[in-house]
């Protein structure tokens, strides 16, 4: 008998299939993954609008689609892994396009060295450099997701960082504000 479960004690994968997203300056790039959350594959490679956002609705329309658990974005870290102008901007389009999911999870993961990576697969791939540009940000998508899946897959534990959640309470101390016990 063929089981898909884990071992016990291995981490398992959420259920569902997800949608990666790689924001570019021009364009956006989407991919997905099966419901089994074992591979990313590319879907599609928006124009971005900077102006109306008008891209976010078919990447709404994708998610709706494809009734996905969640939406991982992208997020563009600098290689000592501070942050910058470019993730200070995703930061702000992830939150925008979170607030039109309206209750769909978005998730901001490391996507660093992400479009080398694409390029180089697509380099492998047989894709004429030429093709490259057209094709790059759905690639970049896949990198993105399938790092996200694995990471999950590896840890237990969904990778990045969840937007709009609650932030971590703090322990609080076991004085009072006079600095006596209660």
């Not at 594959?41 to 994708?62: G, K």
């Not at 940000?137 to 899946?149: E, G, M, S, T």
Request: proline share 7%; hydrophobic share 35%; charged share 30%.
């Amino acid at each position: 008998m063929v089981r898909d479960d884990p071992p016990d004690g291995a981490p398992r994968l959420r259920p569902g299939a997800r949608l990666g997203v790689d924001v570019g300056e021009a364009r956006v790039g989407l991919a997905t993954c099966d419901p089994a959350g074992i591979l990313a594959t590319p879907v599609a490679t928006l124009r971005r609008d900077h102006e109306h956002r008008s891209e976010m609705d078919e990447i709404v329309a994708e998610a709706r689609d494809r009734a996905v658990i969640e939406v991982v974005v992208g997020l563009p870290r600098h290689l000592s892994g501070a942050e910058g102008v470019a993730a200070r901007s995703i930061r702000d389009y992830a939150a925008a396009l979170h607030r039109r999911l309206g209750g769909t999870p978005v998730r901001l993961v490391d996507e660093r060295l992400s479009t080398v990576d694409a390029h180089r697969s697509l380099h492998t791939s047989g894709v004429p450099g030429r093709e490259h540009r057209a094709r790059v940000d759905q690639a970049a998508a896949v990198v993105i997701l399938q790092a996200a899946l694995d990471t999950e897959r590896n840890t237990g534990r969904p990778a990045g960082e969840a937007l709009g959640g609650r932030k971590p309470r703090t322990k609080r101390s076991a004085t009072t504000s006079e600095g006596t016990r209660p």
